[in-house]
C-alpha cells in the first residue's frame, strides 16, 4: 500500500520561508500526479499546487511566484518551495497522489488514492 510521509512546516515570519517534502513510499512517484492541498476555513480543500506525471505544472493563484512545486523521480519525492510566506499562507498542508487532479471540500478525502500525514505552517507577523 503506497504511503506519504510529509516532512518540513513550521513557524517563520511573514516574508519568511518553509520547505515541505512529501516521500512517497512503495509507489513511483513519476507514474502518478502529485499534489500540495491545504484545508482552508469552511468547506474547502484549496488545492496550492500540483505536479502532473508529465511535469506539467499548476499553481493556485494566491501563490504564484511565490512557490515552486517539485519532483525528484529518483528519490522519490515532491517538495514545496514556500517562500514570501504571508499570515494567510498559515493552514495545514498535505501532499496526494492520485490518478487524476481533484478539486474537493475535504483534504484526506477518500476518494484520493493516498494522502500524507499533514503538517501544520504557521506564519506570524
Known amino acids: 500500500e503506497v504511503r506519504l510521509v510529509e516532512s518540513g512546516g513550521g513557524s517563520v515570519q511573514t516574508g519568511g520561508s518553509l520547505r515541505l517534502s512529501c516521500l512517497v513510499v512503495?509507489?513511483?512517484?513519476?507514474?502518478?500526479?502529485m499534489a500540495w492541498y491545504r484545508q482552508v476555513q469552511g468547506n474547502e480543500c484549496e488545492l496550492v499546487a500540483s505536479?502532473?506525471?508529465?511535469?506539467?505544472?499548476y499553481y493556485e493563484t494566491s501563490v504564484k511566484d511565490r512557490f515552486i512545486i517539485s519532483k525528484d523521480n529518483g528519490e522519490n519525492t515532491v517538495s514545496l518551495q514556500m517562500d514570501s510566506l504571508k499570515p494567510e499562507d498559515t493552514h495545514v498542508y498535505f501532499c496526494?497522489?492520485?490518478?487524476?487532479?481533484?478539486?474537493?471540500?475535504?483534504?484526506?478525502?477518500?476518494?484520493?488514492?493516498?494522502w500524507g500525514q499533514g503538517t501544520q505552517v504557521t506564519v506570524f507577523s
Open positions: 496526494a497522489l492520485d490518478t487524476q487532479i481533484r478539486r474537493l471540500t475535504q483534504c484526506r478525502s477518500r476518494i484520493v488514492r493516498a
Open positions: 512503495d509507489s513511483a512517484v513519476g507514474d502518478l500526479h
Open positions: 505536479i502532473r506525471s508529465n511535469g506539467n505544472i
